[in-house]
């Protein structure tokens, strides 16, 4: 199960109307929707797997909304054995669940070793499982439900379910496994479920990229650092290139020729342009940093091994001419946009999605998910800029009616203070930007941290690939201990919470 031909994905969320007065860091608008295909098609199945619905409090935290909803899961049991098997189940997030069980290899590679039945759970809002149907993004009152503590609670419902209704599994052990939102989702499961999972993978899961946790700007200088590493002059070059798109701003002439040479496929006509074309840029560079995996992918774009390799082989020279800067960045825009050699023109409306999707994170982003990012063009390559809460709180209460909630998800999850939970794997690629808001060190004998100097976003849960460096196998092969550990403890102590000891 190697890297498929997938749909196109897009990590971050277009600029809203409100937006386009108030410059946002391309983090700003999503985790960011890492992965909402915008064009919601798949690619080939990794394996046989069924469908199923399962009837799904709509509230289940209330007690005069009585109304369910169909979650949508997914079961696959080739290897799995009732007698000292266990359950690995997926927390989905903000996508289609097809895609994430066409996208989670390292589950399907590891089935077989753990005698495992896999599940794959879609979030509520998100894929089939809408609460309200199609109106369930109509009304704001209808997104009410869309929280992370009504997800959670869909899990553990349907975890409750699948031990009443599948002979053989009402003994066996269970671990959460999730990657990015889905990763941060897993570990606040075991935190706020332990009766129900034995442990949880938690893979490139920022979950204290809140508040004043982390230092708001660390996200954007990982970026630039995978930059530079990839090429001495890389990230200069790049820093430069917005005072330079400036400079061919300032007539109608000037933006004609940028326009041209970077062939895009609608002329900039005015500075809300030349605002667009710079997030869109942004959000390129931070794409890259993503996926940047050790072999051909399709994963957000066709894409070639180690891209940022590639993309600085344009910016060796940072003396070049303004004129000769804008080619290179064109070239450099290629390799993500046009590796195919299909594409006509680069349109920097691409990324706008109006599925579903991107419509429940938007409001998640508004609501409970609001992380600070910010740059200042010394300790990274992006163009200053501050985190402003307030603009922030003005545009979601424009765009949905809601007041977000900073502090909400440290006050629910304990943000730092989680050393009285056991039994998680943090797993972070060094190479991912979200690694700068994860847990990067040991915080006690069983909430351990497994770092990947070679990796990208949750690379440890993408399938085996011959081309993956020895620093990931070794992750995957610790993870894999680790479990084997909890479900050992769980046969070996019965209804007995019992801590790792290596």
């Given amino acids: 199960m190697g890297c498929f031909s997938l749909p196109l994905l897009y990590l971050l969320l277009p600029l809203s109307a409100s937006a386009a007065t108030i410059p946002r860091l391309p983090t700003q608008r999503s985790l960011g929707s890492l992965h909402l295909p915008t064009r919601p098609t798949f690619g080939p199945t990794l394996a046989n797997y069924s469908i199923h619905y399962f009837a799904q409090k709509i509230d289940h935290f209330g007690f005069t909304i009585d109304k369910t909803f169909n979650q949508r899961y997914l079961i696959a049991d080739k290897y799995w054995k009732k007698d000292g098997g266990s359950i690995l189940f997926y927390t989905g997030n903000e996508g289609d669940i097809i895609w994430f069980c066409n996208n989670t290899g390292f589950m399907w590679d590891v089935a077989e070793e753990l005698k495992a039945m896999l599940v794959f759970a879609e979030h509520r809002y998100y894929g089939e499982s809408l609460p309200f149907g199609a109106s369930s993004f109509k009304d704001v009152k209808n997104l009410n439900f869309l929280t992370t503590e009504q997800a959670l609670a869909d899990f553990a419902e349907l975890i409750k379910h699948l031990k009443q209704t599948i002979p053989g599994a009402e003994n066996q052990p269970v671990i959460a496994v999730g990657g990015s939102y889905g990763g941060m989702l897993a570990a606040w499961f075991r935190m706020k479920y332990p009766h129900l999972v034995v442990g949880a993978l938690a893979a490139s899961a920022p979950i204290w990229q809140f508040e004043d946790l982390v230092q708001c700007g660390v996200f954007m200088k990982i970026v630039t650092n995978d930059f530079k590493k990839s090429g001495p002059h890389c990230a200069e070059s790049i820093r430069r290139s917005w005072g330079v798109i400036d400079g061919f701003s300032t007539s109608s002439s000037r933006l004609q020729w940028l326009s041209e040479t970077l062939h895009l496929c609608s002329p900039l006509a005015d500075l809300q342009d030349v605002r667009m074309l710079k997030d869109w840029i942004s959000e390129t560079w931070v794409n890259l940093a993503m996926v940047d995996y050790p072999y051909e992918c399709n994963f957000l774009q066709p894409l070639p091994a180690w891209p940022i390799k590639v993309v600085c082989q344009y910016f060796k020279d940072p003396r070049v001419s303004d004129e000769v800067l804008m080619k290179k960045l064109f070239q450099a825009l290629n390799v993500y946009y046009n590796y195919s050699g299909q594409a006509k023109c680069l349109n920097i409306s691409e990324t706008a999605t109006s599925n579903l999707g991107s419509m429940g994170w938007s409001y998640q982003a508004c609501t409970e998910i609001i992380m600070p990012f910010c740059t200042n063009g010394f300790d990274d390559m992006f163009e200053p800029h501050s985190w402003d809460l307030k603009a922030l709180?003005?545009?979601?209460?424009?765009?949905?009616?809601?007041?977000?909630?900073?502090?909400?998800?440290?006050?629910?999850?304990?943000?730092?203070?989680?050393?009285?939970?056991?039994?998680?794997?943090?797993?972070?690629?060094?190479?991912?930007?979200?690694?700068?808001?994860?847990?990067?060190?040991?915080?006690?004998?069983?909430?351990?941290?497994?770092?990947?100097?070679?990796g990208a976003h949750h690379l440890d849960l993408r399938a085996s690939n011959a081309l993956d460096p020895q620093s990931v196998r070794l992750a995957r092969a610790l993870e894999v201990k680790y479990m084997k550990q909890w479900i050992r403890n769980f046969y070996a102590y019965p209804g007995k919470a019992v801590l790792n000891n290596f």
């Fill in 393 to 454: 709180f003005d545009e979601c209460f424009s765009q949905w009616g809601v007041r977000l909630r900073p502090s909400w998800i440290t006050t629910m999850y304990g943000g730092k203070n989680i050393s009285s939970h056991s039994n998680i794997i943090f797993s972070n690629g060094e190479l991912d930007p979200w690694s700068g808001g994860g847990v990067t060190k040991n915080i006690t004998d069983s909430l351990i941290v497994i770092n990947i100097p070679d």
